[in-house]
């Protein structure tokens, strides 16, 4: 049973951890213009990506400190 929790563990780790990536890519390309919302501003835009990049730092933070 040790080896199932153990692989569950790791399997939820590698999807919380592709989550952060992935939130990480989209703000950072949403503040490099890179990424776009056809119908909103590019300022409201860039101010999207920092709120995405800021509040995954946040999480991390939060999960680490969770996990402590």
Same mark, same amino acid.
């Given at each position: 049973?040790?080896?199932?929790?153990a692989?569950?563990?790791?399997?939820?780790?590698?999807?919380?951890?592709?989550?952060?990536?992935?939130?990480? =890519?989209?703000?950072?390309g949403?503040?490099?213009?890179?990424?776009?919302?056809?119908w909103?501003?590019?300022?409201?835009?860039?101010? =999207?990506?920092?709120?995405?990049?800021?509040?995954?730092?946040?999480?991390?933070?939060?999960?680490?400190?969770?996990?402590?």
């Open positions: 049973m040790a080896k199932g929790n692989i569950g563990k790791l399997i939820n780790f590698v999807a919380w951890l592709t989550g952060v990536l992935v939130s990480l =890519a989209v703000g950072f949403m503040i490099d213009k890179v990424l776009t919302v056809q909103i501003l590019p300022s409201i835009t860039v101010l =999207a990506g920092w709120i995405v990049v800021v509040l995954t730092i946040v999480g991390v933070i939060l999960a680490i400190a969770n996990r402590a």
